[in-house]
């Protein structure tokens, strides 16, 4: 399935903003579902869903005429809960693990940065 994930300078309460690579403070995915574009953000502490657009809507162009940085990319095929968490034991309840929780990733990221590194190198 098509995806974007999204990256911002979105302000944040997390006590560790201020470490984090401007730009890159806090990321969501967009998932394209063959209908809609459906957004996923857990920026509240709970992850949200929220439809966008109809799939023939160029989001990511939105969202990078907003300054946004934009890494289009797609779902990985994981056949069953228990083959994701065997993939990938350890699973961070941040914004970048719900993002690659959604994409079905495996790698160990932190921060949206590394998981912006982590997809530019799948992605090449």
């Known amino acids: 399935m098509r ?3 999204i990256f911002t300078e ?3 309460e997390h006590p560790f ?3 984090l690579k401007k730009g890159f403070k806090h990321c969501f995915v967009a998932v394209d579902n063959g209908e809609h574009w459906i957004e996923i953000d ?3 502490g709970i992850p949200t869903f929220r439809a966008m657009a109809e799939s023939n809507y160029e989001l990511a162009e939105y969202y990078r005429e907003h300054k946004m940085t934009v890494v ?3 779902q990985e095929e994981v056949q069953t809960l228990f083959e994701y968490m065997f993939k990938r034991p ?3 309840t941040n914004c ?3 993002v690659q929780f959604v994409l079905g990733m495996g ?4 921060t949206p940065y590394a998981l912006y590194k982590n997809l530019m190198r799948k992605n090449k």
């Open 72 to 74: 289009e990319t797609e």
């Open 96 to 98: 970048v693990g719900v």
């Open 42 to 44: 857990a920026s509240t």
């Open 90 to 92: 350890y699973i961070f």
């Open 107 to 110: 790698g160990f990221s932190i």
């Open 17 to 19: 903003a201020w470490m």
């Open 3 to 5: 995806a974007i994930v």
């Open 10 to 12: 979105e302000p944040s």
